[in-house]
C-alpha cells in the first residue's frame, strides 16, 4: 500500500524559504509522477508542482514558477519542494500527491494517493 509522508512545513517570515519532503513508501515509483498541492483556508485545493520519480518530466504552476521547484530523489523515494521568497498568499496546508504516470497530472482527482499534509505559514 502506498504511503506518503509530508515534513517540512512551519512558520517562515515573507521573503524565507521552506524545503518540503514527501517519503513515499510501499511501492516502486518508477512509474509514479509525483504532485505537491496546497489548499489555503476558504480555497479549494490548488496543484503548486509534480515531477516524474526520475525527475525528466516535471511542471510548475504558473503562480510559484521561478520561486519554487519540485525534484527527487531516487535513491530515498523523496520528492522534495523547495520553496523561496515565499509570500503571505503561499499559506496553507501542502499535500503531497501519488499517481500512476500518464493522465492529467494538474488534476487533483486524478491522484488516489495522499499524504496527511503539512501547514505553511508565511507571516508579513
Known amino acids: 500500500q502506498v504511503q506518503l509522508a509530508e515534513s517540512g512545513g512551519g512558520l517562515v517570515q515573507a521573503g524565507g524559504s521552506l524545503r518540503l519532503s514527501c517519503a513515499a513508501s510501499?511501492?516502486?515509483?518508477?512509474?509514479?509522477?509525483m504532485g505537491w498541492f496546497r489548499q489555503a483556508p476558504g480555497k479549494q485545493r490548488e496543484f503548486v508542482a509534480a515531477?516524474?520519480?526520475?525527475?525528466?518530466?516535471?511542471n510548475v504552476a504558473d503562480s510559484v514558477k521561478g520561486r519554487f521547484t519540485i525534484s527527487s530523489d531516487n535513491a530515498k523515494n523523496t520528492v522534495y519542494l523547495q520553496m523561496n521568497s515565499l509570500k503571505p498568499d503561499d499559506t496553507a496546508v501542502y499535500y503531497c500527491?501519488?499517481?500512476?504516470?500518464?493522465?492529467?497530472?494538474?488534476?487533483?482527482?486524478?491522484?488516489?494517493?495522499w499524504g496527511q499534509g503539512t501547514q505553511v505559514t508565511v507571516s508579513s
Open positions: 500527491a501519488a499517481k500512476r504516470l500518464g493522465g492529467i497530472i494538474f488534476s487533483e482527482t486524478n491522484y488516489p494517493y
Open positions: 510501499g511501492h516502486t515509483f518508477n512509474t509514479y509522477a
Open positions: 515531477t516524474s520519480f526520475s525527475g525528466v518530466n516535471t
